[in-house]
Nanobody
Framework: QVQLVESGGGLVQSGGSLRLSCVAS????????SAWFRQAPGKEREGVSC????????YYADSVKGRFTISRDNAKNTVYLQMSSLKPEATGVYYCATDSFCSRHEDEYEYWGQGTQVAVSS
């Protein structure tokens, strides 16, 4: 049974940092791309970042480039999202997703976690 479990969310002040983790089980993460999406209150879910499983190429939404870093530890079946210089607009539920290749489109991903809440106060 494929399962993705996110953690690391919380409340942080503007300018602060958080590190999200996504632990995968039920499959070998080495063979899958992993992505982070977020859904702000009242808005549609949007892609934040993705890391490929082949050469660990990373992709970022323009809004987070230079402030967020995605990484993966295949030995631990875990993907991380280091978020720095956080802004209030980063508030939302952050979801981990995985599938064969990176895509900015959420319907391309078959497996999803339950999400972790991030709140950034101004």
């Amino acid at each position: 049974q494929v399962q993705l479990v996110e953690s690391g969310g919380g409340l942080v002040q503007s300018g602060g940092s958080l590190r999200l983790s996504c632990v995968a089980s039920g499959f070998t993460a080495d063979y899958y791309a992993s992505a982070w999406f977020r859904q702000a209150p009242g808005k549609e879910r949007e892609g934040v970042s993705c890391i490929s499983h082949t050469d660990h190429t990373t992709y970022y939404a323009d809004s987070v480039k230079g402030r967020f870093t995605i990484s993966r530890d295949n030995a631990k079946n875990t993907v991380y999202l280091q978020m720095s210089s956080l802004k209030p607009e980063a508030t939302g539920v952050y979801y981990c997703a995985t599938d064969s290749f990176c895509s900015r489109h959420e319907d391309e991903y078959e497996y999803w976690g339950q999400g972790t809440q991030v709140a950034v106060s101004s």
